[in-house]
C-alpha cells in the first residue's frame, strides 16, 4: 500500500514535470512561431527588393528579432535610418544568421531528445504501475490465504474437541459399567452373607434341638432309676433313639461338616470378591481421577478453545476490516492513478502535438531561409542589419 502510494506520488511529480514541459515546449513554439514570422517577412522584403532594381535608402520600421540562444538582450533600435558599408553589413548579416541557425538547431536537437525522453518515461511510469498492481493484488491474494489458513485451522481445532468429547463420554460410560459392576458384585455378596446367616441359624437350632433332647435324655434317665424294667426298656428305646440321634448326628455333623466346607468356600469367595472388590474401588477410583483430570483439561481445552475462537474471530474482523480498507484505498488510488495516468496521456498528446508543430516549424523556417538564401544570392542587393534588425537594402 505503501508503495503504491509512492507510486502514485512519483506519478503526479512525473505528471507536473510533463506539465512543465509541455509549458517549454510551448513557449518555445511561440519562440520559432515569432522567428519564421519575421523569417517570412525578411523574404518577403527581399521579394520587395528583388522585384524592384533600384531601392531607394529608406527608413524601415524595425522589427522585434528575439533569438533563441542570443546574448544580444531583445529590444527595439531606433526607427532613424542607418547607412552601413556593404561588405561591413553583408558579413555581419552573414555570421548572425549562421549563429542563430547554429541555435536553433541546437535547441531543435535538444527539443527532440526532450520529447523522446518523455517518451521512454511514460513507458517506465506505465511499466512501474503495473509492477505496483501486480505487488497490490499479490498483498490480496496473501490475505485471502490468510483468511482460508485460518478457517482450516479453527476446523482442525473444532475436530479435535468433539474428538476430546467423544472420549470422554466413552470413559464416563466405562466408569457407570464399572460401577453397576461393583454394584451387582455387592448384591451378590450380601446375597451369599444372608445364605451363610440362615445355615449359621439352622445348625444353631439343630445344635439346641439336639441338647434340648439330651437333657430330656437325662432327666428322663435320672428320674427313672427306680424304674429299672421301664427304664431299660426306655433305654433300649433310647438306644434305639440314641441310634437314631447318633445318626442323625452323624448326618448332622457331616453335614454341619459339608456347610463349614460350605462355609469355607463362600468365605473364600467372599475374600476373592473382597480383593476383587477391592480392586475395582482402587480403579474406579483411579477412573475417577482420570476423569476428573480430564474434566480439568477439557476445561482448560474449552477456556483455550474459547480465547483462540475469540482471537480467531478478532482476527478474522481485523483482516477484514483492514482488507476493506486497503481495497478502498487501493481503489481510491486507482482511480487517482487512472486519471494522472489520463492526464499524462494528455501531456504526452501535447508535447506530441508541439514536437509535431515543432517540426513543421523548423521545415517551414528552413524554407523560408532556403528562400531567403536564394533571394539574397541576387547580386547587387544586400539587406543591411545592426544588432539583429533589419535597416534596409542597399544596392
Known amino acids: 500500500m505503501e508503495e503504491l502510494r509512492q507510486r502514485l506520488h512519483e506519478v503526479e511529480r512525473e505528471k507536473l514535470g510533463k506539465t512543465e514541459e509541455c509549458d517549454r515546449l510551448s513557449n518555445e513554439v511561440a519562440v520559432l512561431m515569432r522567428e519564421l514570422n519575421e523569417a517570412k517577412a525578411r523574404e518577403s522584403a527581399l521579394m520587395s527588393v528583388s522585384e524592384s532594381p533600384v531601392v531607394e535608402p529608406s527608413v524601415v520600421e524595425a522589427v522585434r528579432a528575439d533569438p533563441l540562444l542570443s546574448s544580444t538582450p531583445p529590444g527595439l533600435v531606433q526607427k532613424t535610418p542607418v547607412i552601413v558599408d556593404v561588405c561591413h553589413g553583408h558579413e555581419e548579416e552573414s555570421s548572425i544568421r549562421r549563429v542563430d541557425e547554429g541555435l536553433l538547431m541546437a535547441r531543435l536537437s535538444a527539443l527532440a531528445e526532450t520529447v523522446s525522453t518523455a517518451s521512454s518515461l511514460q ?21 485471502l490465504r490468510d483468511q482460508v489458513d485460518l478457517k482450516v485451522r479453527l476446523g482442525e481445532l473444532e475436530a479435535n474437541v468433539k474428538s476430546l468429547n467423544a472420549e470422554l463420554e466413552e470413559k464416563d460410560a466405562r466408569v457407570q459399567m464399572l460401577t453397576r459392576d461393583v454394584a451387582e458384585q455387592g448384591e451378590e455378596l450380601q446375597r451369599r452373607d444372608r445364605s ?25 434317665v435320672n428320674c427313672g432309676e427306680g424304674r429299672v424294667a421301664e427304664l431299660m426298656s426306655m433305654v433300649e428305646e433310647a438306644g434305639a433313639r440314641e441310634g437314631e ?5 452323624m448326618e448332622n455333623v457331616v453335614q454341619s461338616r459339608q456347610l463349614e466346607s460350605e462355609l469355607a468356600g463362600e468365605r473364600a469367595k467372599v475374600s476373592k470378591l473382597g480383593g476383587e472388590v477391592a480392586e475395582k474401588e482402587l480403579e474406579k477410583e483411579a477412573l475417577l481421577r482420570s476423569c476428573e483430570q480430564m474434566t480439568e483439561e477439557l476445561k482448560v481445552k474449552a477456556s483455550e478453545q474459547r480465547a483462540l475462537e475469540e482471537r480467531i474471530e478478532q482476527v478474522v474482523a ?44 523548423m521545415r517551414e523556417l528552413n ?11 541576387v547580386p547587387g542587393y544586400y539587406p543591411i542589419y545592426r544588432h539583429n534588425y533589419l535597416i534596409e537594402f542597399k544596392h
Request: proline share 0%; hydrophobic share 40%; glycine share 2%.
Open 123 to 143: 513507458a517506465e511510469v506505465r511499466n512501474s504501475w503495473l509492477v505496483v498492481m501486480e505487488h497490490a493484488e499479490s498483498g490480496v491474494a496473501s490475505l
Open 196 to 220: 451363610l446367616h440362615e445355615l449359621e441359624a439352622r445348625m444353631t437350632a439343630v445344635s439346641t434341638r439336639l441338647l434340648s433332647q439330651l437333657g430330656d435324655l437325662m432327666s428322663a
Open 245 to 249: 440321634l447318633k445318626e442323625q448326628l
Open 318 to 361: 481485523t483482516t477484514l476490516h483492514d482488507a476493506e480498507v486497503v481495497a478502498t484505498e487501493m481503489e481510491e488510488l486507482r482511480q487517482r492513478l487512472h486519471e494522472v495516468e489520463r492526464e499524462k496521456l494528455g501531456k504526452t498528446e501535447e508535447c506530441d502535438r508541439l514536437s509535431n508543430e515543432v517540426a513543421v516549424l
Open 367 to 377: 524554407e523560408a531561409k532556403a528562400r531567403e538564401s536564394a533571394l539574397m544570392s
